[in-house]
């Protein structure tokens, strides 16, 4: 059950199946999973991007198996990748087979477009022959037609009868290593129908909205919908469907579940101030430079860019580190506590060293080392601001005495 802070998400509880050596469902860490944009039968290209999608915080990787040379492709994939690979069939269930000879570690159907009953028991057959898990991969914009004609269209009703009309074919060949997935590119459709289908099924559910499009409307849309079911407890496996490099779908879905708390940090949070009038940097600018600098180093802390030395350190007393800048120099803080002052230009540089000090050596280590006089001298920087900008930096108080002055301005 994962905490955030005091609050706790009672996770709804699903069985377990593996993905490999992944485990979904049941007490496992949700896990991100993205899809390969390279032709499966392009070997080379088709591990390149896994290994980036890995690296960027994928747990699973799922490859198209729309053809023969994509099965054959397969083969030579699966052994050499760092994650497990799901092959996506559609229409032809006798790609299914083939891509279970290549050795693929999961496969998802989408029982829009495979419909025949004795092609999905052969299937299922086969899978549990192999002990080889299944996603009922269920799709709005795919749904079996005759399920839509009945429900008035892709309802989360629709879409929860096809992954059940699906389950009861399985069941007849007494196959359940199953996870379900029900996709609607309109996220209100799509909440509802895992609301309902997790009251349905105890299977691990796979959760994305589907054609989700560019960033940032596809960020935007993917986390309403997928983040409103974790908040609730609902999911065991994420995919952001974005209209872009495959990268940013696994870097989002990880950065989601760590925001989220139900994934340990494994990279850099960077948090910034939204400025205001005290500000003596620009903070968009000096924010963009410290997250390129870190974000590459896989850096597994939360820091701050701070506009000013006024209330910047105390304002992100949270963060393991931080920088906040003052006429002319940057002053580096590590939990709120100011511990060296360089000038404004090797602010991002020193940023970057500190960073590595306190993945190697700890928080403790870069606090007990923090340079003499570096508290007072922001201390002293802070007192010369706030004796030029004063109390009320936004001019607050002088605006608000203006309006009422014009409010009460007699009209006409
Ligand atoms: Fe940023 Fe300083 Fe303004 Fe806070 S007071 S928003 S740290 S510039």
Do not use: W
């Amino acid at each position: 059950m994962p905490s955030v802070g005091s609050r706790v998400y009672a996770r709804r509880e699903t069985r377990q199946i593996h993905v490999g050596a992944v485990a979904v469902g049941g007490d496992a860490p949700v896990s991100v999973q993205s899809m390969t944009t390279t032709k499966t039968a392009d070997v080379e290209g088709t591990l390149a991007q896994i290994y980036a999608l890995a690296g960027a915080g994928a747990d699973i990787v799922r490859c198209t198996c729309n053809e023969e040379a994509a099965a054959e492709g397969l083969a030579q994939i699966v052994p050499r990748s760092p994650v497990p690979i799901v092959a996506d069939i559609h229409f032809q269930y006798r790609l299914a087979l083939a891509a279970m000879e290549a050795g693929v570690q999961a496969l998802r159907l989408n029982p829009g477009n495979i419909r025949k009953p004795d092609q999905i028991k052969t299937v299922a057959r086969e899978a549990k022959d192999r002990g080889l898990p299944i996603r009922i991969g269920v799709n709005g914009g795919s749904l079996d037609p005759d399920i839509a004609e009945r429900h008035g269209g892709a309802t989360p009703e629709a879409l929860v009868a096809s992954a059940e009309r699906e389950l009861a074919h399985f069941a007849e060949v007494d196959f359940d290593d199953v996870k379900i997935s029900v996709k609607a590119s309109n996220v209100p459709v799509m909440i509802e129908a895992y609301r309902l289908l997790s009251e349905t099924v105890d299977h691990p559910l796979h959760l994305g909205v589907t054609e989700a499009g560019p960033p940032p409307a596809g960020l935007v849309k993917s986390t309403a919908g997928i983040g409103t079911l974790l908040s609730e407890g609902i999911g065991d496996t994420i995919r952001y469907s974005l209209t872009a490099d495959p990268v940013e779908e696994a870097r989002a879905g990880r950065q989601l579940l760590e925001a989220l708390g139900l994934r340990e940090r494994k990279g850099l949070d960077l948090i910034a101030c939204p400025s205001c009038g005290r500000a003596e940097v620009d903070v968009i600018r000096v924010a963009k430079e410290a997250q390129d600098a870190l974000e590459d180093r896989k850096i597994p802390l939360q820091v701050a860019v701070m506009g000013c030395v006024v209330n910047g350190p105390g304002e992100a007393r949270g963060a393991d580190l931080g920088i906040a800048a003052g006429r002319g120099k940057g002053h580096l803080f590590v939990k709120g506590e100011v511990v060296k002052v360089v000038p404004e230009a090797e602010m991002v540089e020193t940023l970057v060293t500190l960073a590595e000090r306190i993945t190697k050596d700890g928080i403790e280590a870069v606090l007990a080392s923090a340079d003499e006089g570096a508290q007072a001298e922001a201390e002293a920087t802070r007192e010369e601001l706030l004796q030029i900008q004063g109390t009320d930096a936004n001019r607050d108080a002088e605006k608000i005495e203006r309006i009422r002055e014009v409010a009460e301005q007699p009209r006409g």
